[in-house]
Structures are given as structure tokens and as C-alpha cells.
């Protein structure tokens, strides 16, 4: 470097970058004050440790980013340099290119070079010439023949073949092994060492010497999110010609689990509508970007992996898993499930109507229409594996439940559910508990049995095992207390339904005049359809009295009247409790609709809650009589409060700690709980906290997805009417 004044081009491509630009394609940055925040994609941040401190805009060399948690810190060539995984140089040369500064030419560059060994550098470069090659070819009046006419037949448009960088691998054993030897025997400069070409896999040893890996075959670039090749997939132009797709191998500069087709593309999307589509392949991404979803990715060949987790959930923390309905898509939702207890992403599962791709079905009359539809239907995992376990209930006897539980609950603790922070593990228990019929308190219970029960045999079979970890656990034995007394995890459930219905209209009790659906009476304001005296919790009663005596009068009251109406203290601090659990679930319930598209009302939630408590009676009903005849099970029935279950769960998840403030006010005092904190709740509410930090409102739902989405119309309601077609029908498969 001496002699070159290195720093002189340091300053000058500082100067000439905008950090937060730099740092914002990676992470999603939201304002702070007067920097930025994000989650650091240098350790496993879970809260926004990593702020982004910029003068004048952005740019210049005082700008610098800095993580509370990990220490990592430094200006743009740091960041690219630490994220990218690039050397110093690489990472100033990819500075200086984007912000087309033009660097003093510098020589030492092959001399860093041991041994004729390539560096990850030389192997990003041979991928880069070979793309190049590819793009030629598809150029070419008769190499790129074939290529283009598949390209013309798939009816891609100029501006797709362009921005996807779509090539063509002429038909020919050989053609860039002899480009690449005839660039190093005439000196090229800079050009890398054959070895480098190899390594990246786009050639070969053959029987008779080195030979190309893609031939005849239409070539889609594997780009990282920087949008350098990696790698590369071809498909097939000679009907004769096996397999029908080939990919590179991995390399130094690709990794299966981790690379996500179509990121570079995508990425963007993904960070403003805070939501990933994963699909199956190279034509599934091409088709949905055509159709107007461009954050959309494929993963290649592989399910989706913990990786791949980590690496979109810098940019969002919503995938949907897009499937054409058969049984690859439902195994692949099996191993989501593994990546759900790994990895604090929330993944839905979207099976595309009438088995059809997303190329055939975005090609339809209003085929775009159809397919915002089949997202804003998506289910999510929890709800549809569980929905999966049902379908293995029905029908089976004591023994065969019991197994089920034991199986499910034994997969469950090996996925990581005894590790899980406090509100998904309380999620993942509470969707059980509806499922089993056994209070939450009780599995849990149980799975931490299980736990230390099998940490010694763990501890034998050795951590690096988990096929003889789980074996050993699918071995365990231990008392599933399946008596359960059934009624007093009936009145828990109970008692949550009604404090879910009491909260949303705590909000705003002037919701009491909402019609419901009663059984055998057609439709009722809610304030008719019960009476004070069916709640279950005296507290509730109390305070539902007020709301009802409000809405006989006539009297439109207001959360603060409620209050003043209470004449208990116990009874404010109840109200103002359920006040603030009712608001987190309105917010969570309107930027879940957001995230689909459409807004829920407040009088939508409480319809929905109505319904939960009404579900839960019929279910007691038919229990009743089942148990009566002895071992039935009320099927169906479940699948509300299953739902209802998981929707609260969101509801924390992305409800509010700001909330405390409001209560405050309400409140003139900290001291608002009726009871403490168990530390489940506790843990619950700090991850609540959390999500806010990191921007889970539904105004922050921004364009593309959301705006696209506004479009198709009443998604909640459809959602609610049939909220389980997909996972049902999947299941019965
Ligand atoms: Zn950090």
C-alpha cells in the first residue's frame, strides 16, 4: 500500500457515501431521535442495539454506526468490510464503484495471493466473468438462439432478462474452460487463476479434462444481496437433456442454506413491507416480480434453514412460505416448524388455490387479485401444524391421543420449546393447551419434566447428536395427566375468553351495541346476548354490568365514564388492567390486518372475541355429551379458539409497552396490577417491548405489500369466515 496514499481514496469514498444508504439495504433502520436504529447484524440481536449516527445527511467520514450490545462499530468501509465479509480493498472498491469514485490503481493486489491459491476474491471474480460469459452468449445471434426463444415462450420482458441477468450456457462441452485459458495465456490483467473458476464450480474436471458444469441451458445468476454472482442455475433447453434444473456446487462464496435466490431483487421490498415470500424456485420469484410482488425469494433446492432465518430477518420478521399445495410444500412447513422454535421470525404458510404456481395462476384473469387473496389467507404455522395434529386425533381412542400428545409434546421440546423466550413458548403452549384440552400450566409443567428428565441422557448421547437426542426422547416415558380435570381448565379458558371480550370493550364500551350471532337466535346486541350474571369472574361481571346498563340507557359512555361508574378500587384497577390488555389487542389485531391488507375494526375484534366465548360454550355442550358416549371429541369445534388463541398470541406479540404510559394516566398510579406478573407474563410483556422497539405497528406496514394489498378488499372478514380451508385440506391428505 506505501507509496499510494491509501487514505486519500479512503476520504474521498467516504466522503462520497451515504452510510445510512450503506447500512439501511441490510438492516431495516428507523429514525431515533437524531439517528437510526436497527437490529445488529453482527450478533444475535434481538432488541435495535446498532444506531447509525450521521451529520449533514449521511455522508462523509464522520458518519458512523455503533452497537450498545456487541461493540461493533466503525464508519461505511467497517460496515462493508465486517457485514460482506470483503478485505479492506474489495470492500473500498465496492464503495467506490457505487459511488463512482475512481480509485489510484494499485498493484499489490496479486501479490496478497499465496501460492496460486485463490482467494474468496478471485472466486467472486470468476463467478462475475462467468456471469458475463453467459450474458454474451444470450447476446449472440446463434448461441442465445435456444435461450431466448424459452425466454420468449415464458413471455419474460426485456426489463426481467435484464434486472435478473438471465444468460445462456451455449451447447457446448467446453466454451468458457477455452475463454478462460485463452484470457490467462494472453496476460489479462487482474484476471483470476483458472483454480478460481473451479472452485466456483462453474467448471469442472471431466474425464477428459476440465469441462463446463452448465451446458445448453438457459442460466439464472444466484446473486447475494449485494447483488454479486455466487452462483448459478440453469435449466434445461434440450428436452433430452438431465437434470431439469442444475445449480453450482457450493463454494467458498456459496452456501445453500444461507443464499436465497432473487435477494438482491428483492431486498428492498422485503425491508418496506416488512414481509419475505419464499418460494420454490428460480420462475416462482421471476413470476411473482413480474405480478407486482417483488419481495419475493426462492430458497435453493433446500427447505426453508435456520440461515436463511438470519439472514431475512435483518431486513423483516414475516415470511410466508408459498406453496402450490402439494406434499413438498406441507414437509417443508413440517421443517419451518424447526426454524419457528429457532429463530424469532413469524412464518405463515400459503398454499396457492387449485394447485396452481405462481406463474399460472399470476398469468390468469385477475390472477393477481386471486393470489393477494391467497396471502392475506395464509395461515400461520402454529395454527397450521396444530391443525395437522388434530387431523391425527380424530378418530383414535384413549392410547392413540395419548401418543399423539406424548409425540407431539417429546418433537416439540427437541425443536427448542423449553428454550424459547417467554411470550412464544407461552403461544406455542397455549395453542397445545387448546388442542390437548390440558391447561397451559400443565404442559408446561410437563415439558420442563421432560426436560430435566432427559438432560442427563443428553448429556450421554452427546449435544452434537440430535437424531439420538430426540431418539432417546421419543423413548422417555412419563405420565401425560390426560384426566385432567376438565372443568377447571373449561372455567380458565373461560375466564380468558370473557377477559378478551370485557377488554376490547373496555376500549370503548360503547361496542356493547354490536350485533353478535347467539345459537338459535339469529343476531343480538352484544349488550342482550349475555348477562352480567353468565360471567364466570365476579370482576368481570361487575364491570360488563356497567357497560350493559350504559347500553339499555341508551348512554354512549366512554372508558373514563366506566371508571368513574366503578365504585370498587379493585374494580378501576381491573378495568384499567383489561383497558390496556384490550388496547394491545387492537393494535396487534390492526397491524396484523394491515400486514394483509386490510383493517379490522374494533367491532370486527369484538364479533370475533363474542364468537370465541360462544365456541367455548357449544364446545362444553358437545364435550358433555361426548364424554357421555364415550370418548368423542368436539372437532371442529376447536378450530376458533384455536385461531383465537394464536391471533392473541400475535396480539402480544406485537402489542405495545407504551401502553404503560396510558395506564398511568388513566391510573395517577404505577401500582395498576391487581395481581403480579407471573414470570411467564413478565417475559411475555418484555418481548412485547421488544417487538415495538423494533417497529411491529401497523402504521409502520409500509408501502408495497400493504398498499398493493388494499385492493382486494374485506381480507379479515374472509379470513374469519373461513379461516381454515388450507390447513384442513392439506391435513386430510
Ligand atoms: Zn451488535
Redesign the pocket.
Known amino acids: 500500500m506505501a507509496g499510494h496514499h491509501p487514505n486519500d481514496d479512503r476520504d474521498r469514498v467516504l466522503a462520497a457515501t451515504d452510510l445510512l444508504s450503506i447500512v439501511g439495504e441490510v438492516v431495516a433502520l428507523r429514525p431515533k431521535g437524531r439517528e437510526h436504529v436497527g437490529l445488529?447484524p453482527?450478533?444475535d440481536?434481538r432488541t435495535p442495539?446498532?444506531a447509525v449516527v450521521t451529520h449533514k445527511g449521511g455522508f462523509g467520514a464522520d458518519a458512523f454506526y455503533k452497537?450498545f450490545?456487541?461493540?461493533?462499530g466503525g464508519n461505511a468501509i467497517d460496515f462493508v468490510m465486517n457485514y460482506h465479509k470483503l478485505e479492506f480493498r474489495e470492500a473500498l472498491k465496492f464503495l467506490a464503484d457505487r459511488a463512482g469514485v475512481e480509485l489510484t490503481p494499485w498493484e499489490g493486489q496479486r501479490a496478497a495471493r499465496r501460492d496460486g491459491e485463490p482467494t474468496r476474491d478471485d472466486v467472486l471474480r470468476a463467478n462475475e466473468i462467468a456471469q458475463r460469459f453467459f450474458r454474451r452468449s444470450y447476446a449472440d445471434e446463434a448461441k442465445g438462439a435456444k435461450a431466448r426463444s424459452e425466454v420468449a415462450r415464458r413471455g419474460f420482458e426485456a426489463e426481467i432478462v435484464e434486472g435478473f441477468g438471465l444468460g445462456a450456457a451455449p451447447a457446448s462441452m467446453d466454451a468458457l474452460v477455452v475463454g478462460v485459458r485463452q484470457n490467462i495465456a494472453n496476460g489479462v490483467a487482474n484476471f483470476p487463476p483458472f483454480e478460481a473458476f473451479v472452485q466456483a464450480g462453474v467448471i469442472r474436471p471431466g474425464r477428459g479434462g476440465h469441462i463446463d458444469l452448465l451446458r445448453d441451458r438457459l442460466v439464472f445468476p444466484i446473486r447475494d444481496d449485494m447483488g454479486r454472482a455466487i452462483a448459478f442455475g440453469g435449466r434445461k433447453l434440450d428436452p433430452e437433456q438431465e437434470p431439469k434444473y442444475l445449480n453450482s456446487p457450493e463454494s467458498p462464496v456459496f452456501h445453500k442454506s444461507k443464499s436465497l435466490y432473487g435477494i438482491d431483487r428483492a431486498k428492498r421490498a422485503i425491508i418496506e413491507s416488512k414481509t419475505a415470500i419464499i418460494t420454490e424456485g428460480y420462475t416462482d420469484v421471476i413470476a411473482c416480480h413480474r405480478g407486482g410482488f417483488t419481495n419475493a425469494v426462492a430458497t435453493l433446492g433446500t427447505a426453508l434453514t435456520r440461515e436463511h432465518a438470519r439472514v431475512l430477518r435483518r431486513m423483516s420478521d414475516n415470511v410466508v412460505l408459498l406453496f402450490d399445495g402439494d406434499e413438498a410444500g406441507l414437509k417443508a412447513a413440517d421443517r419451518a416448524l424447526e426454524v419457528f422454535f429457532a429463530e424469532p421470525v413469524d412464518i405463515r404458510i400459503c398454499v396457492l388455490p387449485d394447485a396452481l404456481d405462481p406463474d399460472d395462476l399470476l398469468r390468469q384473469e385477475g390472477g393477481r387479485e386471486r393470489f393477494r387473496e391467497a396471502l392475506d389467507r395464509s395461515v400461520d404455522l402454529l395454527t397450521f401444524m396444530t391443525a395437522r395434529i388434530r387431523a391425527k386425533f380424530a378418530g383414535r381412542g384413549l392410547s392413540g391421543r395419548q401418543q399423539t400428545i406424548e409425540s407431539t409434546l417429546a418433537r416439540f421440546v427437541d425443536l427448542g420449546l423449553n428454550s424459547m423466550s417467554g411470550l412464544r413458548r407461552h403461544l406455542v403452549l397455549q395453542s397445545l393447551s387448546d388442542l390437548f384440552d390440558m391447561s397451559a400450566r400443565d404442559l408446561d409443567l410437563l415439558c420442563q419434566s421432560m426436560r430435566s428428565r432427559l438432560q442427563p441422557m443428553e448429556r450421554e448421547a452427546g449435544h452434537d447428536d440430535p437424531q439420538s437426542a430426540s431418539a432417546s426422547r421419543g423413548a422417555a416415558t412419563f405420565e401425560v395427566p390426560l384426566s385432567t380435570p376438565g372443568g377447571e381448565a373449561r372455567a380458565r379458558a373461560r375466564r380468558a375468553a370473557e377477559r378478551r371480550l370485557l377488554a376490547i370493550l373496555c376500549t370503548d364500551p360503547g361496542l356493547a351495541s354490536v350485533q353478535v350471532s347467539v345459537e338459535g337466535c339469529g343476531t343480538l346486541p352484544l349488550s342482550e346476548a349475555i348477562a352480567p350474571s353468565e360471567f364466570a369472574d365476579h370482576g368481570h361481571s361487575a364491570i360488563f354490568a356497567v357497560i350493559r346498563d350504559a347500553a339499555e340507557e341508551g348512554r354512549a359512555i366512554r372508558f373514563a365514564t366506566l371508571l368513574s361508574d366503578l365504585a370498587d378500587a379493585t374494580l378501576k384497577r381491573l378495568a384499567s388492567d383489561l383497558y390496556t390488555f384490550g388496547e394491545d389487542l387492537l393494535q396487534a389485531a390492526q397491524s396484523q390486518a394491515a400486514m394483509a391488507g386490510t383493517r379490522r375494526s374494533a367491532a370486527e375484534e369484538v364479533v370475533v372475541s363474542w364468537s370465541d366465548l360462544e365456541n367455548l360454550e357449544r364446545r362444553a355442550r358437545l364435550r358433555n355429551s361426548s364424554d357421555r358416549s364415550n370418548g368423542g371429541h368436539a372437532g371442529e369445534e376447536r378450530e376458533s379458539s384455536l385461531r383465537s388463541v394464536t391471533d392473541e398470541g400475535r396480539s402480544a406479540a406485537s402489542g405495545s409497552a407504551a401502553r404503560q404510559s396510558d395506564v398511568s394516566d388513566i391510573n395517577g398510579s404505577d401500582e395498576r396490577r391487581a395481581s403480579p406478573r407471573s414470570a411467564t407474563e413478565q417475559a411475555a410483556i418484555d418481548r412485547l417491548a421488544r417487538a415495538r422497539e423494533r417497529g411491529h405497528d401497523a402504521t409502520a406496514v409500509s408501502a408495497l405489500f400493504g398498499r398493493r394489498s388494499s385492493a382486494s378488499g374485506a381480507g379479515a372478514r374472509t379470513e374469519r369466515a373461513e379461516p381454515h380451508g388450507t390447513p384442513g385440506r392439506s391435513s386430510n391428505q
Not at 69 to 72: D, F, I, K, L, R
Open positions: 445488529c453482527f450478533h440481536d442495539s446498532m452497537c450490545s456487541c461493540g461493533a
